[in-house]
């Protein structure tokens, strides 16, 4: 259980809140640029195959079963506390905040796995 709590699976449950947040906007998304919409799109796709690779990737380093114990915990409690934070947050800032972050947790990943 011990690498289940790890400094990698940690990055990957607040990646994942970013994504289930860029996710969620790009669902209710009302804007009339099409350039973010573009944007928000790419970074969407590039967020959950990023997403895939790494629980492949952490699969094989660790125990074979780990990503399935990390995706639950992420699927569930990201969408829990990703819908209290969007209630003192904005989505829109969330999102724009994810721009940032998901590429930083990104690395942190895999870097730390």
Known sequence: MDTIFSTSAICFYLFAIFIFTQQRHLRNFKGASQTFH??????????????????????????????FVILAISAIGGGIVQ???????????????????????????????
């Open 83 to 113: 819908g209290l934070i969007s209630k003192i947050i904005p989505e829109f800032i969330l999102s724009i905040l994810g721009f940032i972050a998901i590429p930083v947790l990104g690395f942190l990943m895999f870097y730390t796995t």
């Open 38 to 67: 573009t944007l928000l799109t790419f970074f969407c796709f590039l967020g959950c195959l990023a997403g895939l690779v790494y629980l492949i990737f952490y699969g094989v380093r660790t125990m074979w079963w780990s990503p």
